[in-house]
Nanobody, 122 residues
Framework: QVQLVESGGGLVQAGGSLRLSCSASGRTFSRYAMGWFRQGPGKKREKVAAISWSGDNTYYTDSVKGRFTISRDNAKLTVDLQMNSLKPEDTAVYYC???????????????WGHGIQVTVSS
């Protein structure tokens, strides 16, 4: 199995930055697509960003384009999400997820971390 552990969350003022990191273990990591999802208070979970196994293809939801950057280091088995210009509406629990089929479709993400809180104050 694949285990995913998120780190780097916390409380930040609007306009500030945070960097989330996801560490993977258990199975081959380099050929998995990886993604970050979030679920805010009273909201459905949404896909925020994703990256293919090679790192050549990325996806961002419209609300974070230009502010968030997803990256991966297959040698270190980590996936990061750099979040800049944070807004109160970014407040959510953020989840790291892995897609062993490299499809980057929501339904293809099979393995999940437990989530980490990001709170942006206004």
């Amino acid at each position: 199995q694949v285990q995913l552990v998120e780190s780097g969350g916390g409380l930040v003022q609007a306009g500030g930055s945070l960097r989330l990191s996801c560490s993977a273990s258990g199975r081959t990591f380099s050929r998995y697509a990886m993604g970050w999802f979030r679920q805010g208070p009273g909201k459905k979970r949404e896909k925020v960003a994703a990256i293919s196994w090679s790192g050549d293809n990325t996806y961002y939801t419209d609300s974070v384009k230009g502010r968030f950057t997803i990256s991966r280091d297959n040698a270190k088995l980590t996936v990061d999400l750099q979040m800049n210009s944070l807004k109160p509406e970014d407040t959510a629990v953020y989840y790291c997820a892995a897609d062993p089929r490299n499809l980057i479709a929501v339904s293809a993400f099979e393995y999940w971390g437990h989530g980490i809180q990001v709170t942006v104050s206004s």
